[in-house]
């Protein structure tokens, strides 16, 4: 009979600490929601008139791309592998877009398919975004590139214990320069270019690690409701807005923008509760998780 995808399923990540595409010593379990990670094939096209039919098996060489999505979940030992391979100061502080040195070189992956086991090694993260909303778990989606997958003989993933999900009603502190704001939903991108898949020597059979070849992004995207009442005053960031000044630092639970610009548009006028499309760019980005 059929299996349905959902009735079954895993991610779980590690570390490559010791060298780049060596598999991780350890893998953590996640809290999985979705994965459209995994490997593409570029067939090569004959090379000569003459030839009608494809028939020559020759192949580029191959490469893993895509996304994990996660639930954020607040023990530190569970999410490192993940956060790890952007920034971390200390046993629970990471940091992004502050020049940190990664703790590993790359991450491990392996992705249950409902009962097809894939397994990814060389993964490069080149960005992590956190959604937030009312109703809905803190979602992390996790943008990777590196070495092709393989199959791997079928073993269950167990998930991590749900104790630790963040959830809305665990967001108590949301402010913008040390003054509370009321927030409806947002998200929160960091984000580096990295070489593609397109970095290969003559000769390779598989992509050289990633490498980052510009400037960091740290942005945010909140969706706050407009009040001129104490404490959750959003009409008061439109005169930073239109001066060009920094907003200040924007908290939002554990998350920590520093040193935020306004950017994009202002909000539209329209019937109803006003809300306002607060778009952001910082310098920085810190998180704090427990041990």
């Known amino acids: 009979m059929g299996s349905y995808l959902g009735d079954a399923g895993g991610i779980t990540v590690g570390a490559e600490a010791v060298a780049y595409g060596t598999a991780a010593a350890t ?3 996640q809290h999985p929601v979705s994965a459209t990670l995994g490997t593409r094939v570029q067939r090569i096209a004959p090379t000569h008139l003459g030839v009608q039919a494809n028939s020559l098996a020759k192949f580029a060489t191959s490469y893993s791309d895509g996304e994990l999505v996660v639930l954020h979940i607040a023990s530190g030992a569970v999410i490192a592998p993940i ?6 100061l200390t046993t629970a502080t990471y940091a992004f877009g502050t020049g ?3 703790d590993a070189v790359s991450m491990s992956a392996k992705v249950d398919h409902g009962g097809l086991l894939m397994q990814y090694l060389g993964l490069v993260v080149n960005s992590i975004r ?3 909303s009312m109703g809905e778990a803190t979602k992390v989606t996790v943008g990777v590139i590196g070495r092709k997958g393989t199959k791997e003989s079928f073993a269950a993933i167990t998930q991590p214990a749900e104790s630790g999900i963040h959830m809305p009603s665990d ?3 949301v402010t913008i320069a040390g003054v509370a704001m009321c927030l409806l939903s947002g998200s929160i991108t960091v984000s ?3 070489t593609g898949s397109d970095r290969v020597c003559l000769g390779g059979s598989t992509i050289k690690q990633p490498q980052q070849t510009g400037r960091w992004s740290v942005t945010g ?5 407009v009040s001129a009442d104490t404490g959750n005053n959003t009409v008061g960031e439109l005169d930073d807005y239109l001066a060009g000044t920094a907003l200040g630092d924007i908290v939002v639970d554990d998350w920590t923008l520093g040193t935020c610009y306004m950017v994009g548009d202002p909000p539209a006028l329209g019937s109803g509760l006003a809300t306002f499309p607060m778009n952001v760019e910082a310098l920085s980005l810190a998180l704090v998780t427990t041990a």
């Open 171 to 173: 967001i108590g502190t």
């Open 192 to 194: 580096r270019p990295l």
């Open 130 to 132: 956190w959604d937030f």
């Open 100 to 102: 940190v040195t990664p």
């Open 27 to 29: 893998f953590v379990p």
């Open 221 to 225: 995207r909140f969706n706050c409701e």
């Open 83 to 88: 956060y790890t391979q952007l920034g971390k």
